[in-house]
């Protein structure tokens, strides 16, 4: 068996399934710890919540085909968080993926940095953790699933959602948890489609983007 430290976050949970994704969407994702991938292209964003920029600064400001460039690394990182993350004392830590998102508008570039890890516990399906801002202070776990004809990788958020506050996962309460759905659909062997939608149970479609973008 290969050690995880070779391997990326996507083959350690998907498997053998990594092996049926389209070119272009298996170098986005299949990114072992010391290598790493940019992405690039226009984006349409809409935001219908402004205002909840003030507790979130993640959410993009709204626009037509605004530059985004995202470069994705394969990292190692030590299992720190102590509610859950499995931490198992190993020096070498978890493999993880870790991207730096930045939507670049006229007036300034706005950044989104991201982990996404094993998530907390045991999922009956393959899930990873979002785990959003920097410093990190919100845990999203999502469930990964693979299209049939590998064309389409679908991440949307499943099970718990947590406030991460120091080194602790604080579990928020269902009236406070957002869905976040993001599907990335191979165009050709370097272009893929991406759509992300983030919504409330109560405010409904909070924010999204979609657009074509090169794998680099």
């Known amino acids: 068996m ?4 070779y391997i990326s976050l996507y083959r350690l949970i998907l498997g053998a399934d990594i092996e049926r994704l ?5 170098r986005h994702y299949d990114v072992p710890p010391g290598k790493e991938v940019s992405v690039r292209g226009p984006m349409d964003v809409w935001n219908r919540v402004e205002w909840l920029r003030q507790v979130m600064p993640f959410m993009p400001l709204p626009g037509r085909a605004i530059p985004v460039y995202v470069r994705s690394l394969g990292v190692m990182r030590p299992t720190r968080l ?3 993350l499995g ?6 830590g978890q493999p993880c993926f870790e991207w730096f998102r930045e939507f670049r508008y006229s007036s300034g570039t706005l950044v989104s ?11 009956a399906a393959p899930c990873v953790m979002d785990m959003i801002n920097q410093p990190p202070n919100l845990g999203v776990v999502q469930r990964v699933m693979v299209s049939d004809d590998g064309r389409t990788l679908k991440q949307v958020s499943y099970g718990p959602q947590y406030a991460i506050v120091g080194a ?8 406070l948890r957002i869905t976040v759905i993001g ?4 165009v050709d062997e370097c272009t893929i489609h991406t759509e992300v939608t983030t919504r409330h149970w109560l405010l409904g479609p909070m924010f999204g ?3 074509t973008l090169t794998v680099e």
């Open 2 to 5: 290969v050690e995880s430290q």
């Open 209 to 211: 983007y979609r657009g």
């Open 183 to 186: 599907i990335e659909r191979a």
């Open 87 to 92: 931490a198992s004392g190993s020096p070498g």
């Open 82 to 84: 102590d509610s859950g």
């Open 113 to 123: 940095y991201s982990i996404t890890r094993t998530p907390p516990g045991t999922q």
């Open 168 to 175: 602790r996962l604080v579990p928020l309460p269902l009236p």
């Open 22 to 26: 389209a070119p272009a969407l298996k």
